[in-house]
Structure formats: structure tokens, C-alpha cells
């Protein structure tokens, strides 16, 4: 599995899952809307930790630049 997600969205991605895995757990309003937005955060931080997203490789995008291609 190749790496495709670049330094600056995997920061983006990892604050935005936590953020909304928080606000699920956090004691937001539950309906259906609260469980897409759990599951969006978990994928979201595990698509930063894994460091690949399966879109992006269904796609073919890659964030990673030139620098970050070193990982």
C-alpha cells in the first residue's frame, strides 16, 4: 500500500477526525446525521495514521510531494 497523503493533509485529517469523533462523544444531538459524522471521523484519523486514503488510490491522487516522497 503506498503512501498518498501528504504531511499537511494528514494534519487536516487527523484534527478534523478527532474533532468530530469529540463531538459525537461529546454528547452532540443523536440522530442519523451524529452516526455519519462518527464514522467520517474514525475514517478520517485512520486514513492519517495509515498514511493512504483507498479514494485517493481509486482516483490515483496523491498528496505527498516532492519533499514528503522521502517516507
Partial sequence: MPRNIGSIDQVIRA?????AVAYVL??????????IIGL?????FATAFFLYCPLYGALGLSTVGRLDRSA
Avoid: E, F, K
Avoid at 484534527?15 to 474533532?19: D, E, N, P, T
Avoid at 461529546?26 to 452516526?35: A, H, L, M
Avoid at 467520517?40 to 478520517?44: A, C, E, F, K, N
Fill in 26 to 35: 461529546g454528547g452532540g444531538p443523536y440522530d442519523g446525521s451524529t452516526v
Fill in 15 to 19: 484534527m478534523l477526525g478527532l474533532a
Fill in 40 to 44: 467520517l471521523g474514525i475514517y478520517s
